[in-house]
């Protein structure tokens, strides 16, 4: 068993989507050939913790937390907002939305001094941490987990001081991406050459979806496109809890995750709107159900509704209860930013959406990769966010085989089962062996 440094700010007792790649890594690499050593935070700003996720780590993983220096308690007080507020719900706002004085300020800060972004501060304990692992563990490669980029930046630290193989994961594309600040020409310079760097002295680059390997060769066309591999986000079967069939008395549809900024249910609840008013079903015959973290503008869209009484908000969960609350249900709702990354962006949760087998209603690109996922394994239907039409045909489409007990859903169980997180697991093995071999 040869042992490897994974490096990663999410991880348990931090939630949401982002941790959940680097934990099925930490889980199944063992069956191939590495054992994973983690180094991550010990006081962590997570936007949603999830304790359960604790018991998830295999038993004797080595897993060294420390200290990380965070700027958000000031980013609070600048914008007005309470200690303990998440953050990333409320800092993304619509093309056009207008911040506060108070939220340019603090953003003009972040895009100005936080370079690559606000976990830089982390660099002060973990690369000696790092070097430690190193020295003590016989560690024989390397692979970060980015978002935050700044793990890429403690790897390419580490890799400079002792030239292990390193294998840079990306779940998200670095600059100029919809979640990243809007930085002027100093500061856009200098987060420019560190991404180029870390894709240069990287010795292979895994990227969750294939956009994200695209925008990379886009930006810096010198690059060696052989050193990117695709490898997909999944599903765990594994951690799907056994439930009942239930006979739902209305018909269920329900989200998962985060809610905020460009990513809003206004084209479904415009679709919903229109079915309404044609008395296709009733506002007591659906029921709409969104489990998760929500900005305030979303927040205020489910109060404004015509259907609001048809809508129910649970706050976050544990990964487990969200996966019970879509086994519950009888369809599921996906909504992909609306950016002109968008024909790109791979939710993680479109695979595990898969995994649970239900018909998936997607606000998304109709020639995008979310789309052809779908096609693929026919897991669902795809309509535009503006395509207000189309969504409701959908929406009639499963309520209507819903009311009659009559789906024609039926999935491509075999294509479905390349998602497997096990699988994933299994490419990543390959990489760090590939790499170690040359």
């Known amino acids: ?41 010990s006081n962590g700003e997570f936007p949603a913790r999830d304790e359960s996720l604790l018991d998830k780590i295999p038993t004797g993983t080595i897993v060294e937390r420390t200290h990380i220096y965070e700027p958000y308690d000031i980013y609070r007080m600048l914008t007005g907002k309470k200690k303990g507020t998440p953050i990333d719900v409320n800092n993304l706002k619509k093309e056009g939305q207008k911040r506060t004085f108070k939220e340019n300020i603090a953003e003009f800060i972040r895009a100005t001094l936080f370079i690559p972004d606000a976990r830089i501060g982390w660099m002060l304990t973990a690369v000696k941490a790092g070097m430690k692992i190193i020295e003590d563990y016989n560690i024989e490669a390397m692979y970060s987990s980015s978002p935050p980029y700044t793990c ?18 990306f779940r998200d594309p670095w600059t100029d991406f919809l979640t990243t600040p809007k930085r002027w020409f100093l500061p856009k310079l200098i987060d420019r050459r560190m991404e180029r760097s870390v894709f240069t002295e990287a010795d292979a680059v895994e990227s969750a979806w294939e956009g994200i390997t695209e925008d990379a060769i886009a930006k810096y066309p010198e690059l060696d496109r052989k050193k990117f591999h695709y490898v997909p986000n999944g599903f765990d079967s594994a951690d799907f809890p056994h439930t009942e069939p239930v006979d739902n008395k209305k018909f269920t549809v329900t989200y998962t995750g985060s809610m905020y900024g460009r990513r809003t249910p206004a084209s479904f609840f415009a679709a919903i709107d229109m079915l309404l008013k044609r008395g296709v079903f009733t506002a007591d015959s659906i029921l709409l159900r969104f489990v998760g973290r929500f900005g305030a503008e979303i927040e205020e869209m489910f109060a404004k509704a015509s259907f609001r009484d048809s809508i129910e908000v649970i706050k976050y969960v544990t990964h487990e209860e969200s996966i019970r609350y879509l086994q519950r249900s009888d369809a599921l709702l996906m909504v992909v930013d609306e950016a002109k990354e968008s024909e790109y962006i791979v939710p993680g949760k479109v695979f595990e959406y898969m995994g649970i087998g239900k018909p998936i209603i997607a606000l998304a690109p109709t020639t995008g990769a979310v789309a052809e996922h779908l096609r693929e394994t026919n897991s669902g239907k795809t309509a535009n966010q503006n395509d207000i039409e189309t969504c409701a045909r959908i929406i009639e489409e499963f309520y209507l085989q ?37």
């Open 1 to 41: 068993m040869k042992n490897v440094l994974i490096i990663a700010y999410y991880f348990p007792p931090s939630g949401g989507p982002g941790v959940q790649r680097v934990l099925k890594h930490v889980q199944y690499l063992p069956e191939f050939g590495w054992n994973p050593i983690v180094l991550t935070v």
């Open 402 to 438: 819903w009311r009659e007990n009559k789906w024609t859903f039926t999935q491509n169980l075999d294509a479905v089962k390349k998602y497997e997180r096990r699988e994933g697991a299994k490419k990543l093995a390959g990489l760090l062996s590939g790499k170690l071999e040359e």
């Open 152 to 169: 890429s930046l403690i790897a390419r630290n580490l890799k400079r001081k002792t030239g292990l193989p390193w294998v840079a994961g």
